[in-house]
């Protein structure tokens, strides 16, 4: 059986599941993760549950069938099924690793913990953090091990591009296909993980334990 990793390292790859209109079920790759991946017509959900139940739920569901992953009633229905919430749909963006050392002067963190450090623990694995002069990337191992990122950047420094500065050293940091997660309405963080060259693969709802 395909694996929810299998999908993801095809999908950095530029290899996409077939635009059928179907939807496929796999099991969760931890304790941890569930949630849904929604493709161009082909979404994947990854959650330990009765693969028929899903189906039927989806059938159920009073929307073009293309949406229905993603329809607020069957995310409602999953969140009741497995006892999880969920916060937001992502857009779901991936980048490969750049050559060469960050321009940027960055120290590793190792000391308390900041915010967004400490958010990023929660959610994430192998977590390590640099921080720079108004700036913070952030890289650990979320949803089936992939690489992730997240930065933050002060108030008083943005639109300086601080922040594309930042995701792009984050691409010379890793040495594997690197994910962002970002909400489709922070346009300007969307804007700025493109810039630096992250694409956009699909959209992404994760159900998190209670």
């Given at each position: ?9 095809a ?8 635009p ?5 079920v ?13 493709f161009?017509?082909?979404?994947v959900?990854f959650?330990?549950?009765?693969p ?14 293309l ?13 009741d ?5 969920q ?6 963006l991936?980048?490969?690793?750049l ?8 120290t ?15 959610r ?6 640099w ?22 950047v ?8 601080l ?6 050293a984050?691409?010379?940091l ?14 300007r963080?969307?804007?700025?993980l ?8 699909g959209?992404e ?6």
């Amino acid at each position: 059986m395909e694996t929810l990793r299998d999908v993801l390292d095809a999908a950095a790859r530029g290899v996409f599941p077939p635009p059928d209109g179907r939807t496929t079920v796999v099991p969760q790759p931890s304790a941890r993760d569930a949630g849904v991946l929604s493709f161009t017509a082909h979404s994947v959900v990854f959650v330990d549950e009765d693969p028929e139940w899903v189906y039927d739920t989806l059938r159920a569901t009073p929307c073009d069938p293309l949406c229905a992953t993603m329809n607020a009633r069957f995310l409602a229905a999953l969140m009741d099924r497995t006892g999880r919430e969920q916060e937001t749909i992502d857009a779901l963006l991936v980048a490969t690793p750049l050559p060469g050392r960050p321009d940027l002067p960055l120290t590793e963190l190792t000391g308390p913990d900041h915010s967004r450090v400490a958010y990023a623990r929660a959610r994430r694995d192998e977590v390590r953090a640099w921080a720079t002069e108004g700036g913070l990337v952030v890289l650990g191992r979320g949803v089936a091990g992939r690489l992730e990122v997240s930065v933050e950047v002060d108030e008083g420094v943005r639109r300086r591009g601080l922040g594309r500065e930042l995701v792009t050293a984050a691409r010379q940091l890793a040495e594997e296909p690197l994910w962002a997660q970002v909400a489709p309405g922070n346009a300007r963080s969307v804007r700025t993980l493109q810039a630096a060259g992250y694409l956009p693969v699909g959209a992404e709802a994760l159900l998190f334990r209670t």
